[in-house]
């Protein structure tokens, strides 16, 4: 298994997110995906945590089953809002025993309902990446915000942050967003801050573009007139794929070509459309 700060140090890395399935069903789908995507030889693969620790058992399950059964370096995601340390601790042991390396470091999202409110010895995702690198043996991830986390004030404040959590972690991994020049932009200004850590596009390709729509504005990333265009009026779901991929095709072969030091693949536990990017830009398949 390998750190991720070892792989980026030794070149780029091609990674995909994956969540943690619900039921037997989407587990069987997850175990076929994965195996699809196995032969693509990605550098890691990384699998989200549900805010507050609902999916607390079911990422560590998955985690550490991909270190045990596959040939894949995994990272576990972790937020942080609404957990105390001596939670965070327990998580940690879990993964330190079953050989985990690497963390995403994350705050999460603060719960809306004021019911489901838990103690928390955190307030920001900066506080979790202090702990891990106390605790030792991790190689941390935390998340960038190109066209700014929705929450921040304003874009100043959002790069001093996030330089400031950077300047502790080893490297981050972004939302994803629809334009090169947003990569480029938050890479020039972590860099103007004296940041120069490796941070890795996220690319979530279109398949479905009301989910990839109503996500994007969650998340606070623009879905650009353009691809909008591009999209408008085509019903069929097959084409609206092909779009997206052709789209998300572009947008990879742009940040490879400025210098990005990987892509990270939001796969939505499915292959298809990572596999087809992955042809048209002519990665090395096993
Ligand atoms: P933070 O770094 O804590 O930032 C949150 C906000 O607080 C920002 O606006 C920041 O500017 C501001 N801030 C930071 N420090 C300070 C300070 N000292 N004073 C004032 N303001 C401050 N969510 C999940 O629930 N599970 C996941 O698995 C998950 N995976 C993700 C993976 C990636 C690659 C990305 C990009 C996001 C992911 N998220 C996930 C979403 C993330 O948890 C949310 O966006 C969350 O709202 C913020 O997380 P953060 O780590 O950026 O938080």
């Known amino acids: 298994m390998a750190r991720i700060t070892d792989l980026l140090a030794a070149g780029r890395t091609f990674s995909f997110e994956f969540f943690p399935p619900k039921t037997d069903a989407a587990q069987l789908s997850l175990g076929r995906t994965i195996a699809e995507l196995e032969g693509l030889n990605p550098g890691f693969v990384s699998v989200t945590y549900g805010a507050g620790g609902s999916t607390r058992e ?74 891990l690198r106390d605790s030792g043996g991790f190689s941390i991830g935390v998340a960038a915000h190109p066209e700014m986390h929705p929450r921040s004030a304003n874009r100043a404040d959002d790069r001093r942050f996030l330089a400031d959590k950077l300047r502790v972690a080893d490297f981050a991994i972004t939302q994803f967003f629809f334009e090169a020049e947003h990569w480029q932009r938050l890479v020039d200004e972590l860099a103007a801050l004296g940041v120069n850590k490796p941070i890795i596009p996220g690319i979530m390709p279109v398949t479905n573009r009301g989910q990839v729509q109503r996500m994007a504005e969650l998340s606070g990333a623009v879905f650009p007139a353009w691809l909008a265009k ?27 070509a400025a210098g990005a030091p990987g892509l990270h693949f939001y796969t939505l536990n499915r292959s298809t459309a990572t596999r087809e990017i992955y042809a048209n830009l002519g990665l090395p398949v096993a």
């Not at 085509?234 to 490879?256: K, Y």
């Open 58 to 131: 079911r990422t560590r399950d998955l985690v550490l089953w991909m270190r045990r059964e596959t040939h894949i370096s995994p990272m576990a995601h972790l937020t942080c809002v609404g957990h105390t340390r001596a939670e965070i601790d327990s998580i940690l042991d879990a993964y330190r025993s079953g050989g985990i390396e690497n963390i995403l470091a994350l705050g999460g999202d603060p719960p809306t309902d004021p019911a489901d409110v838990r103690p928390s010895d955190y307030n920001y995702a900066l506080d979790l990446v202090e702990h």
């Open 230 to 256: 591009r999209l408008d009026g085509v019903d069929d779901p097959d084409e609206v794929r092909r779009i997206g991929v052709d789209a998300a095709t572009e947008l990879c072969a742009d940040l490879l």
